[in-house]
């Protein structure tokens, strides 16, 4: 059993599409990171979460955490071939504990 | 700047074997982390030592997984009799201080068992 659903696991888009990704739990989680990962690569942090309800922009990206800090959603805007990749959300348990989601895997078409 | 490296970058090896997977963190960082990644997952975490110890190993599967820190630098994962079922990319990360500190991730190493 999965802790952190995403949703979908895969979407192909065309550029300039906008597009949501979903991170559910039914678990809370002291805060939730959104990762980045290119193939061959390790995960790259895009940004952290901690607070209910908190928002955060980071250009095209926008990262929201559910007010109960058990689900997140990442929104992009005006899509590009460069945003395409896989996308993992994951809960921290405690202190150092990350508990990952199974990943979405997103293509840009140009 | 380094980040974190792994070697060997490729592991391909018999069922029955034993290998060892090795990780050197950012300068400094006291905490490291493995995970393990499956095809089409995400990573599951195995182990946190902080320091020296091992400050959480409730991750790792069974007990032909094992992994040391001995100088609070290198970490060495250590599989014995692999299994098929082991194949995967073996991430490492470390932090500055584990305690909700940014993890910074190796590029892995996959592990192929035949």
């Known amino acids: 059993t999965q802790l952190l659903e995403q949703s979908p696991q895969f979407l192909s888009i065309q550029e300039g599409e906008n597009l949501t990704v979903y991170c559910n739990s039914s678990s809370v989680f002291s805060s939730l990171q959104w990762y980045r990962q290119e193939p061959g690569e390790g995960p790259v942090l895009l940004v952290t979460?901690?607070?209910?309800?908190e928002v955060k922009k980071l250009k095209r990206l926008t990262f929201q955490f559910g007010d109960a800090r058990k689900d997140s959603s990442l929104h992009i805007t005006a899509a590009q071939p460069g945003d395409t990749g896989l996308y993992l959300c994951?809960?921290?348990?405690?202190?150092?504990?990350?508990?990952f989601g199974q990943g979405t895997r997103l293509t840009i078409n140009p | 700047g380094a980040g974190v490296s792994q070697t060997p970058s490729n592991k391909v090896t018999e069922k029955g074997k034993y290998v060892e997977l090795r990780c050197d963190p950012i300068s400094g960082h006291t905490a490291l982390y493995w995970y393990r990644q499956s095809l089409g997952q995400g990573p599951e975490f195995l182990i946190y030592f902080q320091g020296t110890g091992a400050a959480d190993d409730s991750g790792l599967p069974n007990d032909r997984f094992f992994a040391v820190r001995p100088e609070g630098s290198v970490s060495t994962l250590k599989i014995q009799r692999t299994e098929r079922g082991d194949s995967a990319v073996y991430l490492c990360a470390s932090s500055s201080r584990g305690r909700g500190d940014t993890q910074y991730f190796g590029p892995g190493t996959r592990l192929t068992v035949l």
């Open positions: 979460v901690v607070t209910g309800g």
């Open positions: 994951a809960g921290a348990l405690g202190a150092q504990k990350l508990v």
